[in-house]
């Protein structure tokens, strides 16, 4: 080779030197050329992640793949999650998973020069079909605050026990199930209440115990046959309180006594009457007074009986305590459907927080944001910064919804159940889970992975379980 040549090879060496270099060294600190900008742009980064992993990743309809393995595999090596995608030239892409036996997940996403995008938490719903649990005449139905077990009472007062975890049934017929205590005006329906830890349910006046099924005692031989507004203790599971037209009481399920928590004679109080509904909760006896056609909340101190304050309402005859463990006082009417959200120790003028008008159905997410929705609209409001939010529109009647823990609403039409997902933005999933007819009611079990639901009209009800986790 000449001297000449080489001088040649070695000017051609430093010229791809000098060329190369600064591509190398931009590509390396995450610029790219964009071909149809025709400029060079800094890159984003897409993080994705996903339970159960190993779902495949779309980028605008195309699989995407390694530059090595998409061009020196003879594998189809496609990535899929959990996944981190650098490189990505700003703009917003359809981004979509797909795993097998499993809903796809998608969503548009807009990456950013220089930004990163985190979805490392997103759940896969199961593709499943719904079987059949069950098949009856239930004319009520009610579920555990634990959503541990579904109790059922069928015409012929034969209740009907479903562990909602294991899917164990049990049936069997109470001693004695007349309903004294119960304030519905349907003389059929008997009072079913659970308390807090769902491990004893009061159906009628029989007290049964949870698991096992056994029937601890029956409180008509206890307790006054005018009693009414019997609730379960929040913090005492052997304590039960009501009330009749003298006070209000509590009965120890420990020693069967019975003790008088609020005397109205003695607190110059005209009587039952005037309170339709109570609460005892946080140290303090909470009483909806009706008296002259208006309504206040009245609270006294469990311990002294003292007056503490009365809180000004609306005039509402048929409001009633609801969601007993959130941590503001709930008060629903159920005629107007006005839901109250009362703050009682707070020392503003004005302790209501927030009055929702127009609300059918609801699920408290935590103690400040509440998941709610009317006959066609779901919305979120959150108590706390006193904002609401519309989720949803749809153009069936809604029957009912629940939030789900992985971040997603779950709700019911006639004929449809849906997962949407929880963002504030207009790119949320919606998902079909279910085509079904006639829905009426839906639950999900305290794991979160089997969603419960029934279907049917009148006093036919058949009871189906879908795998969803």
């Known amino acids: 080779m000449s001297l000449k040549t080489r001088r040649i090879i070695f000017i051609l060496f430093i010229i791809i030197f000098i060329i190369i ?60 999650t959990p996944a981190k995608i650098k490189g990505i030239l700003p703009n917003e892409y359809n981004v979509r998973l797909e795993l097998g036996g499993y809903w796809p997940w998608q969503k548009k996403i807009k990456i950013s020069g220089g930004g990163s995008e985190y979805y490392d938490e997103i759940i896969l719903f199961k593709k499943d079909l719904p079987s059949l649990v069950n098949k009856d005449d239930a004319r009520q139905i009610s ?16 209740i009907n026990f479903i562990n909602l975890i294991t899917g164990e049934k049990n049936n069997f017929t109470l001693n004695s199930i007349s309903s004294p205590y119960s304030s519905t005006t349907q003389p059929a329906n008997f009072t079913i209440l659970w308390p807090a830890s769902g491990q004893r ?26 009693a009414s507004g019997i609730q379960w203790s929040l913090t005492d599971e052997n304590i039960i309180y009501y ?41 303090n006896i909470f009483l909806i007074n009706q008296a002259d056609k208006s309504s206040s909340l009245d609270i006294y101190e469990l311990n002294s009986n003292n007056f503490f304050k009365s809180i000004k309402l609306p005039y509402c005859p048929e409001c ?6 959130n941590k503001y006082i709930n008060i629903y009417n159920d005629d107007n459907k006005i839901l109250y959200i009362i703050d009682p120790l707070s020392t503003s003028y004005f302790p209501v927080k927030k009055d929702i008008s127009n609300i059918w159905y609801f699920d408290w997410i935590d103690d400040d944001k509440l998941l709610y929705a009317n006959e066609f609209e779901i919305w979120i409001a959150d108590i706390y910064n006193n904002t609401e939010n519309l989720l949803t529109r749809i153009s069936e009647p809604i029957k ?27 790119k949320r999933n919606n998902i079909e889970l279910i085509d079904f007819k006639n829905i009426s009611s839906i639950y999900l079990n305290a794991v979160g992975d089997i969603l419960y639901f029934y279907t049917g009209t009148g006093a036919q009800k058949e009871l189906y379980k879908l795998n969803i986790l």
């Open 21 to 80: 270099t600064p591509l190398i060294i931009s590509y390396a600190s995450g610029y790219r050329f964009s071909f149809p900008r025709k400029i060079i742009q800094k890159t984003g980064l897409l993080v994705l992640d996903s339970r159960p992993p190993g779902a495949k990743i779309y980028i605008n309809d195309k699989l995407y793949q390694l530059f090595f393995n998409k061009y020196f595999s003879n594998k189809n090596n496609y990535t899929t």
């Open 143 to 158: 579920v555990s605050p634990d959503k541990k077990f579904s109790v059922a009472i069928k015409d012929n007062n034969e």
């Open 201 to 226: 349910v009061l159906i009628g006046d029989e007290i049964v115990a949870l698991p096992g099924f056994k029937i601890l005692i029956n409180l008509n031989k206890f307790i006054q046959p005018d």
């Open 243 to 283: 009330k009749n037209k003298n006070g209000i009481f509590n009965f120890n399920l420990s020693n069967n006594k019975i003790k008088t928590i609020l005397n109205f004679k003695l607190n110059g109080l005209i009587g039952q009457n005037n309170y339709n509904s109570f609460l005892i909760k946080n140290n």
């Open 320 to 325: 009633n305590f609801i969601n007993f463990k």
């Open 400 to 426: 009912a919804i629940l939030w789900h823990p992985a971040k997603y609403i779950i709700y019911a039409t006639d004929n449809k159940i849906n997962l949407l997902e929880m963002e504030l933005d207009n």
